[in-house]
């Protein structure tokens, strides 16, 4: 972007103004004040009363980092290892107290049954079998290498091992608690009858429906006292809410023409003054440019040069066809594709197959990618040189090799059989050789990998195929562009600062506003604009007030935008406030206000005249059990039910409420189910249920714990 550009050639220039703002925060006495007192300084939280380093939690943050790659955001690492810190922390004292210790041959016998130990190569003996003495030498050699600097690998399998220690002693723990657990015969026998016995019931249903709601009002205060009797239910975290208008910076029409003249110009040679030649020189256009690579280069292209020859099916289709009409030397466009305006020229066209079938044998190296090999390049390289002269001097042994000696084990397993596969699915090296050779061709190509010792199999039929290179100019906002879409942005946050409402003002300038609702502390995502974790901090700020606004530069997939925001709820950690449950409590305070004004009306003394006064009729429910307690016309209600398993035959129970209405009910029958010899099945479907929730341990243990979390003040 053309300001962002400039704020880039200014970056001295910012890191001292920046140095000057953190300087004037060190100086506020308040602010230091603040920070030394909260004894939170050197602490990320507290486990049960054990404090959690802040410096080694930084750590323990950069390891995971390092390990999970750029797929992984910097708060998505902070939560990470927290939840493995407090998992680790709440686990710490059942395990003392149950007095469990993984010994270290348990601990070892473990490691070694890895998947990944057992199937790698470097623990394998001549004869293709795992050989415990190569791993430990192995991990004599990370544990050596640890110690003249190199530590990564080292601390890797530290990480690994911890890991399943950990694994062990839950699984030990969890196994403890199984046992403790458990049910009796008599359990069993209830449990069985209880589910079995069937009712039959006469019942009056009067629905809450058949009160008006003018009738009955729910208040805040009622509404705040219902969330005070179920605080546990409505205990929630602080968030906040907001409301943002997003100005995208993209290119006008005007910007897009420009770009497209750019390009047209390159086609044809052309005169410009050269201030070096003191007047015109000749340009040589795409078209007459005998080296397209370096043309492309030249031509300060946002796409870097692409030789890899491709079939129709492949071009971009608004240029494919005009592509495989044309002539070689032909330059095609500038035509809009993927966000850039392009200029192609045919660089050369060719016949080859759209499919190949192919056998290779990896020998990989230390440093090659995804390689756990310790032999050297050049050892490597011996050993491929010398395989090659054995598959080619006799073609039946590459199976037997690929098997016994591949680093690729997949297709090693299959005699090194790579089955098909199309032109731009291998390594362009790899690629080449297959594509450009004949069937039954031998020979060693060098990829990232290592040393391949590839056999065409075979080939599909051959197909025209082109390569184009191609000058690419990223479809951007000119810097006139983006300081009108600033100004906009900037004028929208002015009036808020001024307390104008964000709605009102969008509506007014046609802008569409958007909600992030409910953002956590240590959140990152909002909604459409993705991660931006400096808006949620700036939400959480300590002197934040509601109706605060601000203007942010986003990115969002790459693209960059102005976001203006503004603060519409605050949240408090602890009860939820009334305005976000009111729809959910509402409800049930509202029957709970009809069930008191029905239950004045259920005077009479039999079904019959229950239902006269309610202008109802009686109802009949036939062969009900608890454990499917839906009534036929009513539905679901199970409170109802489980009434009628224990009430008395033939006697008139009013005033019983449901999910729905209020009843009254007469039983009429109980029938229950035939006596059995033993209730083993039914105490073990017992045992069972209980044991299945060991899976809930962790939630509960963590539940019981006390923890601190500091995360939201530092990151």
């Not at 001024?498 to 502390?521: C, F, H, P, R, T």
Request: proline share 2%.
């Amino acid at each position: 972007m053309a300001i962002l550009s400039k704020i880039r050639d200014r970056s001295m220039f910012l890191i001292i103004i920046i140095g000057l703002a953190l300087f004037s925060f060190v100086l506020d006495p308040s602010a230091i004040q603040s920070f030394f007192s909260s004894g939170k300084v050197n602490s990320i939280g507290e486990i049960n009363g054990e404090s959690i380093d802040r410096e080694e939690f930084g750590r323990a943050v950069e390891s995971y980092k390092s390990r999970a790659g750029r797929n992984v955001s910097q708060m998505q690492a902070v939560n990470a290892v927290w939840n493995n810190m407090v998992s680790e922390g709440v686990f710490k004292t059942q395990l003392e107290e149950a007095g469990i210790v993984i010994g270290e041959k348990d601990l070892w016998d473990a490691m070694m049954a890895l998947p990944s130990v057992q199937g790698s190569p470097l623990f394998k003996n001549e004869i293709g079998l795992f050989d415990e003495e190569k791993l430990k030498e192995y991990v004599a050699t990370l544990r050596d290498d640890a110690k003249t600097g190199d530590k990564t690998a080292w601390n890797n399998w530290l990480a690994t091992e911890k890991s399943i220690q950990q694994n062990l002693e839950r699984k030990a723990y969890t196994s403890l608690v199984k046992v403790g657990l458990g049910a009796s015969l008599k359990s069993g026998e209830r449990d069985y009858f209880n589910n079995n016995t069937t009712v039959n019931a006469s019942f009056v249903y009067v629905p809450y429906t058949s009160v008006s709601d003018s009738l009955v009002s729910v208040s805040n205060s009622d509404i705040a006292s219902y969330i005070k009797e179920n605080k546990k239910k409505y205990n929630v975290d602080a968030s906040r809410n907001l409301n943002f208008v997003k100005f995208d910076i993209i290119a006008s029409k005007n910007d897009e023409d420009a770009i497209k003249a750019t390009l047209s110009v390159m086609v044809n040679d052309r005169e410009e003054y050269s201030a070096a030649a003191k007047g015109k020189v000749n340009i040589p256009g795409f078209k007459n440019a005998t080296d397209d690579k370096a043309f492309v280069e030249d031509s300060k292209s946002d796409l870097s040069y692409d030789g890899t020859f491709r079939f129709q099916n492949e071009l971009p289709s608004v240029i494919s066809n005009e592509v495989f009409e044309a002539e070689t030397g032909a330059v095609v466009g500038p035509f809009k594709h993927n966000g850039y305006f392009k200029l192609s020229k045919v660089s050369e066209v060719i016949m080859i197959p759209d499919s190949v079938k192919a056998s290779h044998i990896l020998i990989s190296f230390a440093g090659a990618a995804s390689s756990s090999s310790l032999v050297s390049e050049a050892d490597a390289k011996k050993t491929v040189d010398s395989l090659l002269k054995v598959v080619k001097g006799n073609k039946a042994k590459f199976t037997e090799i690929a098997k016994t000696l591949s680093s690729d084990l997949g297709s090693g397993a299959k005699g090194g059989d790579l089955d098909w596969f199309t032109y731009s699915t291998m390594t362009p090296k790899f690629r080449d050789f297959c594509f450009e050779n004949k069937t039954n061709d031998i020979d060693v190509v060098k990829t990232v990998f290592g040393f391949h010792i590839i056999r065409i199999d075979a080939q599909n039929e051959k197909k025209k195929a082109v390569k184009l290179a191609t000058v690419a100019k990223l479809i951007e906002a000119s810097e006139e562009t983006e300081n009108i879409i600033f100004e906009k942005a900037e004028t929208l946050a002015s009036q808020l600062a001024e307390g104008k409402n964000i709605n009102d003002l969008a509506k007014e300038s046609g802008y569409n506003v958007q909600m992030a609702v409910g953002l956590k502390v240590l959140g990152e995502n909002v909604t459409s604009l993705g991660s931006q974790r400096q808006m949620v901090s700036w939400a959480f700020d300590t002197n934040r007030l509601l109706n605060d606004s601000n203007r942010f530069d986003v990115d969002v997939n790459g693209k960059m935008a102005y976001a203006v925001v503004s603060l519409t709820g605050i949240t408090k950690k602890g009860l939820a406030p009334v305005a976000a449950v009111i729809n959910e409590i509402r409800p049930i305070l509202m029957n709970r206000k009809k069930a008191a004004i029905l239950l004045k009306r259920m005077n009479g003394e039999t079904l019959s005249e229950i239902a006269k006064e309610n202008n109802t009729a009686v109802r009949n429910a036939t062969a009900v059990t608890i454990v499917s307690p839906t009534l036929v016309g009513v539905g679901n209600e199970p409170a109802i039910v489980g009434a009628m398993s224990t009430l008395e035959l033939n006697k008139v129970e009013k005033g019983l409420v449901g999910n729905k209405g209020v009843f009254a009910v007469e039983v009429t029958k109980r029938e229950l189910p035939a006596t059995l010899e033993n209730y083993g099945t039914f105490r073990n479907t017992l045992v069972n249920k209980v044991q299945n929730r060991t899976g809930q341990l962790y939630n509960v243990l963590k539940e019981a714990s006390q923890i601190e979390d500091y995360r939201g003040q530092i990151y």
